[in-house]
């Protein structure tokens, strides 16, 4: 079976407490390992005070 071209799989993903340095660490791995067909996302939940850092595969 063929995957779709430019459909994101998720691989993995991991919870921290809410940091707000994260979001510069998600910018600097997705401009730099772009090329290697992996994007990294980046969400917050206000209400656990956490932020959750997913892995695509793409």
Known sequence: MEEEKGKLELIAYKNF???GELV???DFLNKNLKNKNI???L???????EMT???YEF
């Open 39 to 41: 994007m990294f996302g």
């Open 53 to 55: 850092i997913n892995i």
């Open 17 to 19: 407490k809410d940091n």
């Open 43 to 49: 969400t917050k939940d206000k209400e656990k005070d």
């Open 24 to 26: 510069y660490i998600i």
